[in-house]
């Protein structure tokens, strides 16, 4: 049963400390997704992948997050330096193709604290 | 731009009720809608989808038309289980032209459903 996994599932660190958390998608899949929930805002589009290639990161604080894919068995999402409001459950997912039809497959997610 | 909204929730049935959680949506264009489920702890997982005006998407007694009139998807259920407990999203994806499969989600309704 192919699975989007995620690491780490549960992070706590400080204020200012760097944060990477990875992804590696269903393999095959050609779109990776990195999306935040918090109470707050809800889910929230962050960055997305196609063939690896960033397509959109609007969704992103580019001051401080970046979204790379080193390579097509993973992705990942860095935090430098993290703030007390980054705090949230990040989602990975992935999925085939673009066509609108398509399902996304959501890994179980990272939950962030940031003291 | 598009937007889905949703009710609010929470929603509290007993066991064996009749479930309704209604999702309105505003998009150009020709959306895929869709309905995704999270159990405590978990990512999302779809829960059902339909593609075109007038389809009907169901599963695990689920079901949800989309109403290109009304510019509704709403899921109903006739009889709800304790084990349905979870929140469930509203998510419409891009048109068929195939130009994205972003998804954007409604904020999310909670549903508890006690014995």
């Known amino acids: 049963d192919a699975r989007v996994t995620q690491t780490p599932r549960d992070k706590v660190t400080e204020m200012g400390q760097e944060v990477t958390m990875r992804c590696q998608p269903i393999?095959?899949?050609?779109?990776v997704f990195w999306y935040r929930q918090t109470m707050m805002q809800g889910l929230e589009l962050l960055a997305y992948?196609?063939?690896?290639?960033?397509?959109?990161d609007s969704g992103m604080p580019k001051d401080r997050f970046s979204a790379e894919m080193p390579d097509a068995t993973l992705a990942t999402l860095k935090i430098q330096p993290s703030e007390p409001r980054d705090s949230a459950v990040y989602f990975c997912?992935?999925?085939?193709?673009?066509?609108?039809?398509?399902?996304?497959?959501f890994g179980p997610g990272t939950r962030l604290t940031v003291l | 731009g598009d937007s889905v909204t949703q009710m609010e929730g929470p929603v509290t049935l007993s066991e064996e009720a009749c479930l309704t959680i209604n999702c309105t949506y505003t998009a150009t264009g020709y959306p895929s809608l869709f309905w995704y489920v999270q159990y405590p702890g978990e990512g999302l997982q779809l829960l059902l989808k339909?593609?075109?005006?007038?389809d009907k998407g169901s599963n695990k007694g689920f079901e949800a038309t989309y109403r290109k009139e009304t510019t509704s998807f709403h899921l109903e259920k006739g009889s709800v289980q304790v084990s349905d407990s979870a929140v469930y999203f509203c998510?419409?994806?891009?048109?068929?032209?195939?130009?994205?499969?972003?998804?954007?989600f409604g904020t999310g309704t909670l549903l508890a459903v006690q014995p």
């Open positions: 393999l095959g899949h050609n779109t």
């Open positions: 339909a593609t075109k005006a007038d």
């Open positions: 998510a419409l994806s891009g048109d068929q032209t195939g130009a994205t499969n972003k998804l954007i």
């Open positions: 997912a992935s999925g085939e193709g673009l066509a609108g039809y398509n399902e996304q497959f």
């Open positions: 992948f196609r063939n690896r290639a960033p397509l959109d």
